[in-house]
């Protein structure tokens, strides 16, 4: 059974960094797309940052230069590092994938197309 579990957020401050942990299990997350997803309140999720299947990862504007993927294939997990964060990052963090067994290499922009999803971890940034 594929499941990917949520990390790594907290509070912090304006300026401030944190690494979110996406960790994969039941299947090997290798050859599939992994997105991250934030929700403000108020606000539709929107994707900030993937890697597809072939290893490219991609940001949205608003991150871009601030928020990079790393990933530690011992651990089967993916990193979402965000250093200078601002408070309108602030939001619930999801990764999800596009796995098994209806898995694909792209990344979509459609939520729908994503099977599996973390719990979240909420990310505070304060002035």
């Known amino acids: 059974q594929v499941q990917l579990v949520d990390s790594g957020g907290g509070s912090v401050q304006a300026g401030g960094s944190l690494r979110l942990s996406c960790a994969a299990s039941g299947y090997t997350y290798s050859g599939y797309c992994m997105r991250w997803f934030r929700q403000a309140p108020g606000k539709e999720r929107e994707g900030v940052a993937s890697?597809?299947?072939?290893?490219?990862?991609s940001y949205a504007d608003s991150v871009k230069g601030r928020f990079t993927i790393s990933q530690d294939n011992a651990k089967n997990t993916r990193y979402l590092q965000m250093n200078g964060l601002q408070p309108e990052d602030t939001a619930m963090y999801y990764c999800a994938a596009r796995a098994p067994p209806v898995g694909s290499v792209l990344c979509s922009d459609d939520l729908w197309r994503y099977n599996a999803w973390g719990q979240g971890t909420q990310v505070t940034v304060s002035q």
């Open positions: 890697i597809d299947g072939y290893g490219r990862t």
